[in-house]
């Protein structure tokens, strides 16, 4: 799978809030990273259509107490989704709900299949 589009430099994020498009039937999802992985990007799909991929980088998330690592997706429908580590089986499946932010923590063995050229 070819990966040619152009990448921004990911900027800390600072201590503001994150908007979510969420409401009705669509929702979001968290994934909680170690900081290694800071600059990686996470692709999910409907678990249903594997071949349907985005993908989002790992950022640093300035938040009361500390810094946080992890990959927001929002204005996802409802529904189950894989979550892809390096390699053709997904890593997991997590379901979505409409109006709601769906967390995974990623396990600290597994790697995520791209790191980004620019942190």
Do not use: K
Not at 32 to 53: V, Y
Not at 63 to 87: F, N, Q, S
Request: glycine letters at 12%.
């Amino acid at each position: 799978m070819s990966h040619s589009h152009h990448h921004h430099t990911l900027a800390p994020s600072g201590q503001g809030t994150v908007m979510l498009n969420i409401g009705g039937t669509i929702g979001a999802l968290i994934i909680d990273t170690p900081a290694r992985f800071h600059g990686h990007e996470i692709e999910i799909s409907p678990a249903d259509a594997p071949s349907q991929r985005q993908h989002a980088a790992v950022r640093a998330r300035y938040v009361r107490g500390g810094v946080t690592y992890c990959v927001v997706i929002d204005g996802l429908a409802e529904g189950r989704y894989a979550i892809w580590a390096d390699g053709a089986e997904p890593l997991t499946e997590v379901d979505v709900r409409g109006g709601s932010v769906a967390q995974f923590t990623w396990p600290e063995q597994a790697v995520p299949g791209r790191t980004l050229l620019t942190v």
